[in-house]
């Protein structure tokens, strides 16, 4: 006969901070032979540092124990829909109400990494306006940090969150696995003087540093190098968790901090490590520069021609234009464009049949208000218009100029 015994229930006030992970684990492991209910359904604010390592550990705690868990949630409350089951490429729908930032996601190879990343991309791209280099930075760092799950962990899968914050233009990420951590991925090939690696706080530091690697051949040792220069050169905050340590960098200082208290997933192969960051794009910020490399710039590359112009399709533009939100989407990414260091962009009008009002108005003349006429006319050209195109879009900046001139 089993005895029955009354579920152990566990309120949360919020998901920020990778210890509510931590109290996840100490919640169950208290009472495993209880049922235990967790309830998000009065969470007030959510971060990705908060979000994704429980999300990670929750999965962890579902895979290696029988204990039930049960967890309630807000049914208006969209932002936690995933943490129970995170969104993956393959079952995310767009427009489904699943949303791309500020959800859950899991992602379980190298392919699917960079495909998100990409999706994060677009995302970041449409929605904040980026000083020069940010973008190159996030999507550079992003990917490296994604990446070293599948180099180092031995985790099956990782977990990644992006939140944006559009008026105070911050990008926010936190990426977690519940793998072999850091201080004994580095031990295991002796990538470090021993001393250093018997701490685990000194040996997220030693990772940290250039050319830091566990491994040979294609590994350069320079991901995490690379995010803490970027940290420190736009200003921003990196916190990296794994196993007993924890090294962040807020407010241009460095603090560390081993805790052998810490309840981990599990001490022997799964230490875990969560690396989370927030950039501010509107400080500029050049990963080549910050790396002390020759110049990438991915992000202008992906639309350059042949001939080295940066060069944008407006009739696969209009094929997704509808509404005027998207306009301002459309128009945030021209800015960034240019913000990145094109000197100029063209808009190629080829199989453009007639402009359409949302394209002219909220894209193009509002681009030349922001920008000025001046500016303007220096730096966007338009090429392959009909005449009434022609005619149509400026028409569209005069009306708006006169408007804005006028008081
Ligand atoms: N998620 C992770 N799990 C375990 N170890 C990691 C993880 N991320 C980084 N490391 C350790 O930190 C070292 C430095 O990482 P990185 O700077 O990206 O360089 P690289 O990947 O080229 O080795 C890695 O070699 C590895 O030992
Ligand atoms: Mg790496």
Redesign the pocket.
Known sequence: MTEHKDPLIWKLPDLRGSWRATQLLEKARSHPDRELVVDLSKVGKVFPNGAVPFAANLAFLRSTSDQKITVLLHESDTRLERIDDALTIGNYVRGDGDTLTHSVWRYESETDAQKLANMYMEALTEQVQCEEGVIDAINWCLY??M???F?????GA?YVMMQLHKVARLCVIA?A?T????Q???AE?R?APVETLRDASSAIEF??QQG????GG??????????RRAAEVNGGVLNVT?GWGRWSFRDGKVTRKTDKQRILPDIENHQS?L?DWQLDCSRKVRIDEALGTSPINDFLESIEDDEGIHRISVNDIEESLGSRKLGADIRTRLENYLKAGAQFVLLDFKNVGVVSSSFADEVIAKLAENMGELEFRRRVFVDNASVTNRALIERAISLRLAESESP
């Not at 180099?151 to 985790?155: C, K, L, Q, T």
């Open positions: 490296e940090v990446d070293n799950v180099s180092h962990s031995r985790a990782g990426v696995d793998g072999i951590g850091i004994r991925s580095l090939t990538a990772s940290l830091a690697t566990s491994k294609a590994h350069q040792g320079n991901g995490l190098y690379g995010l794994s490590t690396v």
